[in-house]
C-alpha cells in the first residue's frame, strides 16, 4: 500500500537516525527537533529542525543563546516548512551561512532494471578496511579524513540494520554503497564509484545492480538525499536520473553558524 506524503517523510527521517546511530552519533530527537553530536566528527553535530516555524524559530533562539560547548561552529539544518522570516533573521544575526541544499528523494522498486556489466556482492564484516577505502577514494578523503572513515564504517559494520555493498566490473570493485533497512523503507547511502568509473553508464548499471539485489525480498520503498552546495560536489547527482518514477519529499537548507561560537555561555546548557 502507498505511504502518504507526511508518514514517508516521517519514516525516511527515522531510517536517517539509525543509520546516524550506526557510526557513533548521539540522536536525540524531541517531535520536529533533532540534536546529533558525534564525539570525533564535527561535521555530525548538528541541529535539526522539521517542527512548524513557531516551535523552529523558538528553538533556534534557545539554542544559540545556551549552545552546549564544542570545538567547532555546529550546522543547522532547516526544512523548507519550518522557514518563517524570523527565522531567516535568527540565522543572519548568529553568522549562519548556507552551505548546501539537500533533497530527500523516494520511490518504490517493484521490479529490477536492465542489467548491465556492474555487479554487487556483499561487504564481509573482515572487508571493513578495503570497503572503507574505496569510500574514502570515492568521495576525495585522505589523510586524517581516511583514517576517520575506516574508524567509523567499522562501527556500523557491526550494525544489522546497515548493509555495506562492493559494486564490481568484470571481478575488479570500482564502487561501495550502504543500505539501511529500518522503519519500512530503505535508505540509500555513501553511493560512490572511483574516478574512472564514473560515467553514466557505470552509475546506472550499479543502481539497477542494487536495485535487483533488494527486489530478491520483494517490492522495497528506498530513499537517498542528494547534496548540492560548492562545498558538496558529489559524483552521483546522475543517480537521480537513473531512479524513474521517484519523487523529492523533504528539502532542507544547511547552515554554517560561526555566530554561536560568539559571545554564548557555554557554560549553561539548554538542551
Same mark, same amino acid.
Given at each position: 500500500?502507498?505511504?502518504?506524503?507526511?508518514?514517508?517523510?516521517?519514516?525516511?527521517?527515522?531510517?536517517?537516525?539509525?543509520?546516524?546511530?550506526?557510526?557513533?552519533?548521539?540522536?536525540?530527537?524531541?517531535?520536529?527537533?533533532?540534536?546529533?553530536?558525534?564525539?570525533?566528527?564535527?561535521?555530525?553535530?548538528?541541529?535539526?529542525?522539521?517542527?512548524?516555524?513557531?516551535?523552529?524559530?523558538?528553538?533556534?533562539?534557545?539554542?544559540?543563546?545556551?549552545?552546549?560547548?564544542?570545538?567547532?561552529?555546529?550546522?543547522?539544518?532547516?526544512?523548507?516548512?519550518?522557514?518563517?522570516?524570523?527565522?531567516?533573521?535568527?540565522?543572519?544575526?548568529?553568522?549562519?551561512?548556507?552551505?548546501?541544499?539537500?533533497?530527500?528523494?523516494?520511490?518504490?522498486?517493484?521490479?529490477? !532494471?536492465?542489467?548491465?556489466?556492474?555487479?554487487?556482492?556483499?561487504?564481509?564484516?573482515?572487508?571493513?578496511?578495503?570497503?572503507?577505502?574505496?569510500?574514502?577514494? !570515492?568521495?576525495?578523503?585522505?589523510?586524517?579524513?581516511?583514517?576517520?572513515?575506516?574508524?567509523?564504517?567499522?562501527?556500523?559494520?557491526?550494525?544489522?540494520?546497515?548493509?555495506?555493498?562492493?559494486?564490481?566490473?568484470? !571481478?575488479?570493485?570500482?564502487?561501495?554503497?550502504?543500505?539501511?533497512?529500518?522503519?519500512?523503507?530503505?535508505?540509500?547511502?555513501?553511493?560512490?564509484?572511483?574516478?574512472?568509473?564514473?560515467?553514466?553508464?557505470?552509475?546506472?548499471?550499479?543502481?539497477?545492480?542494487?536495485?535487483?539485489?533488494?527486489?530478491?525480498?520483494?517490492?522495497?520503498?528506498?530513499?537517498?538525499?542528494?547534496?548540492?552546495?560548492?562545498?558538496?560536489?558529489?559524483?552521483?547527482?546522475?543517480?537521480?536520473?537513473?531512479?524513474? !518514477?521517484?519523487?523529492?519529499?523533504?528539502?532542507?537548507?544547511?547552515?554554517?553558524?560561526?555566530?554561536?561560537?560568539?559571545?554564548?555561555?557555554?557554560?549553561?546548557?539548554?538542551?
Amino acid at each position: 500500500m502507498p505511504l502518504g506524503l507526511e508518514e514517508l517523510r516521517e519514516r525516511t527521517l527515522a531510517n536517517n537516525l539509525v543509520w546516524l546511530r550506526s557510526f557513533g552519533c548521539r540522536v536525540r530527537r524531541l517531535g520536529g527537533v533533532v540534536f546529533v553530536t558525534h564525539p570525533d566528527l564535527n561535521d555530525y553535530c548538528a541541529l535539526l529542525l522539521f517542527a512548524d516555524p513557531k516551535s523552529s524559530y523558538t528553538t533556534l533562539e534557545a539554542y544559540a543563546g545556551h549552545r552546549p560547548r564544542r570545538a567547532s561552529a555546529p550546522n543547522v539544518y532547516v526544512d523548507r516548512e519550518a522557514y518563517s522570516p524570523e527565522l531567516r533573521q535568527l540565522l543572519s544575526r548568529n553568522g549562519c551561512a548556507r552551505k548546501s541544499v539537500s533533497q530527500v528523494t523516494a520511490g518504490e522498486w517493484a521490479r529490477a !532494471g536492465r542489467a548491465g556489466e556492474v555487479e554487487i556482492r556483499a561487504a564481509l564484516t573482515w572487508e571493513v578496511a578495503d570497503w572503507a577505502s574505496v569510500y574514502s577514494l !570515492g568521495f576525495g578523503r585522505e589523510g586524517a579524513d581516511k583514517e576517520s572513515d575506516r574508524r567509523r564504517w567499522g562501527m556500523s559494520f557491526q550494525d544489522p540494520a546497515v548493509g555495506h555493498w562492493f559494486f564490481l566490473r568484470r !571481478g575488479k570493485v570500482i564502487g561501495v554503497c550502504q543500505t539501511c533497512d529500518a522503519d519500512g523503507v530503505v535508505g540509500i547511502y555513501s553511493f560512490t564509484l572511483v574516478p574512472e568509473e564514473r560515467e553514466f553508464d557505470s552509475v546506472h548499471s550499479a543502481v539497477n545492480a542494487l536495485r535487483a539485489k533488494l527486489l530478491e525480498d520483494g517490492p522495497a520503498r528506498v530513499y537517498f538525499e542528494r547534496v548540492k552546495g560548492p562545498e558538496n560536489s558529489r559524483p552521483f547527482r546522475r543517480l537521480a536520473g537513473a531512479l524513474s !518514477g521517484f519523487k523529492v519529499i523533504r528539502v532542507s537548507e544547511a547552515y554554517r553558524c560561526d555566530g554561536f561560537d560568539k559571545d554564548a555561555p557555554a557554560d549553561r546548557r539548554a538542551f
